[in-house]
């Protein structure tokens, strides 16, 4: 009588690396990786021979250095005294700042124009064909150049507001239109919780945060409520309370007070300033960038099955609602992955800035700063370095935006 044994377990042999199909692509891997160390290796070590025998090396040591030069549209403190890094750091913060509300602004003008399309009235869908057709295929910079002259050579001077013969006024005392810029009430607390103003932003900024978190818990009570008795609460109301009275109080207690823009000597003075180069760059890049997103936008609408709206106007939802309800939210899942490289062409074209003198970190760190210390090879990787992390940045943002979107197998 013979008995069933397991058959001996075959020993491992450096062959099989390359004859045996469960160890040959981590062997090609591991070769292609310590080829690729190699090279990397190579490279940067003739690079520092090379700059050794030109009798140079790399330093960030000119950072700490005065810039020497002003820059007039900014977010934090700055003067001609304060260092390169500091410059450096008011360029990342301007190019931030257009990069951020461009793609915002892109968005919405991309989603309507998308949507516009489509509609079943020939003259606005040809309309907005015209304007994809038109601003897409003409560069940028072309738009950036032209959006600023027209703002330069249609909107008054600073001069054309004073005196009793003045052909400009200012809108509601609060808000004046210039060639310079747009000039805008600026808030300010008279009694902070702290003496940083910074903190007491990020104060703001923490309860406004608290007020969406608390919101989505709203939502989800709501959403969890209505699947088990069929019935949605009416969440507005909460969600209003939940929005506005933590900050209407903070506001309050803290005295929020506005700074009014007055006309003093050749400029305005005081509240808020919206630089001509940025609005210049900003509602160009939002344009352009939106013809492009709606064609992303109306092709996403064209993925979902006509069934899917025709159910929906079956059970009595309106044409606004089922866009709204139905189509868009299913649409999403093929928008967004084009989305991401929109946004991404967005914060790398804000280095056009230079075009209109709009100081970002292209124009201070890659351009001023670098003609001033002859640091080329620094300055460039700085660059390097900061739009390499921004674009990773938000790549990670939009794609964990469109992981919650797609759909859920079981």
């Known amino acids: 009588?013979?008995?069933?044994?397991?058959?001996?377990?075959?020993?491992?042999?450096?062959?099989?690396?390359?004859?045996?199909?469960?160890?040959?692509?981590?062997?090609?891997?591991?070769?292609?990786?310590?080829?690729?160390?190699?090279?990397?290796?190579?490279?940067?070590?003739?690079?520092?021979?090379?700059?050794?025998?030109?009798g140079l090396n790399i330093s960030y040591g000119f950072l700490a250095d005065p810039a020497g030069y002003d820059i007039n549209q900014r977010l934090v403190e700055y003067d001609s005294q304060s260092s390169h890094a500091r410059a450096a750091l008011v360029g990342v913060l301007n190019t931030l700042l257009v990069a951020v509300l461009a793609c915002i602004t892109a968005t919405i003008f991309g989603v309507i124009a998308g949507v516009l399309r489509l509609s079943q009235n020939w003259l606005v869908s040809k309309v907005m064909a015209v304007y994809v057709e038109i601003f897409r295929n003409i560069p940028v910079l072309i738009w950036i150049i032209i959006i600023f002259t027209i703002m330069t050579a249609v909107l008054p001077g600073p001069r054309e507001f004073r005196g009793d013969d003045a052909t400009s006024s200012m809108l509601f005392d609060a808000f004046a239109f210039t060639n310079r810029g747009i000039y805008t009430p600026a808030p300010y607390f008279e009694r902070g919780i702290f003496g940083s103003v910074t903190l007491n932003w990020l104060l703001v900024v923490a309860v406004l945060v608290g007020s969406f978190l608390g919101a989505r818990k709203i939502n989800t009570w709501a959403t969890a409520k209505q699947e088990a008795t069929g019935l949605r609460p009416n969440t507005l109301p909460i969600i209003l309370g939940v929005w506005l009275v933590p900050v209407l109080l903070l506001m309050l207690i803290m005295g929020l007070s506005w700074e009014m823009p007055e006309l003093k000597g050749f400029n305005f003075s005081g509240g808020i300033k919206i630089g001509g180069p940025l609005i210049a760059l900003w509602f160009a890049l939002s344009i352009y960038t939106g013809a492009f997103i709606a064609e992303n936008v109306r092709s996403g609408i064209q993925a979902i099955s006509k069934g899917q709206s025709e159910?929906?106007?079956?059970?009595?939802?309106?044409?606004?609602?089922?866009?709204?309800?139905?189509?868009?939210?299913?649409?999403?899942?093929?928008?967004?992955?084009?989305?991401?490289?929109?946004?991404?062409?967005?914060?790398?074209?804000?280095?056009?800035?230079?075009?209109?003198?709009?100081?970002?970190?292209?124009?201070?760190?890659?351009?001023?700063?670098?003609?001033?210390?002859?640091?080329?090879?620094?300055?460039v990787l700085l660059l390097m370095l900061f739009y390499l992390t921004a674009s990773l940045l938000i790549s990670m943002g939009m794609n964990i935006y469109n992981s919650s979107v797609k759909l859920k197998e079981r």
Not at 23 to 33: D, K, M, P
């Open 311 to 379: 159910a929906a106007a079956a059970l009595g939802l309106r044409q606004g609602r089922i866009m709204n309800l139905v189509i868009l939210p299913q649409a999403l899942r093929v928008i967004i992955p084009p989305l991401i490289s929109q946004f991404l062409n967005i914060t790398k074209n804000s280095s056009l800035a230079i075009a209109v003198g709009y100081a970002d970190i292209t124009a201070t760190l890659g351009g001023i700063t670098l003609n001033q210390t002859g640091r080329a090879i620094e300055c």
């Open 1 to 54: 009588m013979s008995t069933l044994t397991d058959p001996p377990k075959e020993s491992f042999r450096l062959s099989m690396l390359i004859h045996d199909t469960r160890y040959r692509s981590l062997t090609f891997q591991a070769i292609a990786a310590v080829v690729l160390a190699l090279c990397i290796w190579y490279l940067g070590n003739n690079l520092i021979q090379n700059l050794r025998a030109a």
